[in-house]
């Protein structure tokens, strides 16, 4: 029953990820602005998630007219319906616990010691 989600400054760089939130039948408040998927066409990534997700009633603090859920609508038709099985990704975790996902770190070896050698060996 999650109504508002919070995912400013998460690194959310494909709009497509948005499509995990379809399932969030009673989301109604949406904040994705500072991610890279706003990219350098704020209307379109407005547009697409507005067709995307359409119980949203505010995304990024600004409500949505009516007229822009018609245009929303009507411009992105084609997009896929809301699939029962969403692939993995770092952005589904973050839906999971609201928490930007760390990314996966690979432990690097320790580095070995270099041997001690007395100083009157080097005489």
């Given at each position: 029953?999650?109504?508002?989600?919070?995912?400013?400054?998460?690194?959310?760089?494909?709009?497509?990820?948005?499509?995990?939130?379809?399932?969030?039948?009673?989301?109604?408040?949406?904040?994705?602005?500072?991610?890279?998927?706003?990219?350098?066409?704020?209307?379109?990534?407005?547009?697409?998630?507005?067709?995307?997700?359409?119980?949203?009633?505010?995304?990024?603090?600004?409500?949505?007219?009516?007229?822009?859920r018609a245009q929303a609508v009507a411009q992105f038709k084609d997009l896929p319906a809301p699939s029962s099985t969403p692939s993995p990704s770092n952005f589904a975790g973050a839906i999971t616990t609201g928490r930007p996902v760390a990314q996966p770190v690979t432990p690097k070896a320790p580095e070995p010691k270099a041997a001690h050698t007395p100083a009157s060996a080097n005489q």
């Open positions: 029953n999650l109504t508002e989600l919070y995912l400013r400054k998460n690194e959310i760089a494909d709009i497509r990820e948005v499509e995990h939130l379809q399932k969030l039948k009673h989301l109604s408040i949406l904040w994705l602005c500072d991610n890279p998927c706003v990219g350098a066409s704020a209307s379109e990534y407005r547009t697409r998630t507005i067709a995307m997700l359409p119980s949203i009633t505010k995304l990024d603090n600004v409500d949505v007219t009516d007229e822009e």
